[in-house]
């Protein structure tokens, strides 16, 4: 089955405690994306990767690393996690780039992260 | 910069009822256009989508019109149904490889 799987599903942390949330995808999709999930802001861009090793910013990348050594794998990594980062956070991959909209993206099924 | 306004909720509705949700855009050229769903405790799906100006998306009774003119692409649905009670994400695909979202409508229908 095609999907694309983020772990953990809850997370309850403490102010500045390193932690890395995890996504895969099996699809062999070449495009993949984090997004955070804020009440009345929607979804917004956290970082994305066009391919392996290949990472850039969206929209709101600040506290936020990512890496992409395999094509299938892509966690995003809170080095010193703040209150501000509690939120609901989703992974999403693509055949391609979102540049025409022809290939759907396929969301995970999302991390709620709370940081105390 | 690129941006999407969609109507705030919550939206409730009896069965049945007509529905609709507005969605305006902002951004340079023509981007894609879609709907996404965020049924409960589930991530986002693809809903319906439209690439250029005068498409219609539809998918589950569900319709969507690509209007350039006015820069809408405004959702609706002639009867709805409970099982459709989730948030609506209205979304653009931007020329710069990102995808801009609007800030979700929440839709309740009533038995």
């Not at chain 1, 050594?69 to 991959?93: D, G, V």
Request: glycine share 8%.
């Amino acid at each position: 089955e095609a999907q694309v799987t983020q772990n953990p599903r809850y997370l309850i942390t403490v102010t500045g405690k390193k932690l890395t949330v995890t996504c895969s995808q099996n699809m062999n999709h070449e495009y993949m994306s984090w997004y955070r999930q804020d009440p009345g802001l929607g979804l917004r861009q956290i970082y994305y990767s066009m391919n392996v090793e290949v990472t850039d910013k969206g929209d709101v990348p600040e506290g936020y690393k990512v890496s992409r050594k395999e094509k299938r794998n892509f966690p995003l990594i809170l080095e010193s996690p703040s209150p501000n980062q509690t939120s609901l956070y989703f992974c999403a991959s693509s055949l391609s780039p979102p540049r025409s909209g022809e290939d759907t993206q396929y969301f995970g099924p999302g991390t709620r992260l709370t940081v105390l | 910069g690129d941006s999407v306004t969609q109507m705030e909720g919550p939206v409730t509705l009896s069965e049945e009822a007509f529905l609709t949700i507005n969605c305006t855009y902002t951004a340079t050229g023509y981007p894609s256009l879609f709907w996404y769903v965020q049924y409960p405790g589930e991530g986002l799906q693809l809903l319906l989508k439209a690439t250029k100006a005068d498409d219609k998306g539809s998918n589950k009774g569900f319709e969507a019109t690509y209007r350039k003119e006015t820069t809408s692409f405004h959702l609706e649905k002639g009867s709805v149904q409970v099982s459709d009670s989730a948030v609506y994400f209205c979304a653009l695909y931007s020329s710069a490889s990102k995808i801009i979202f609007g800030s979700g409508t929440r839709l309740s229908i009533r038995p």
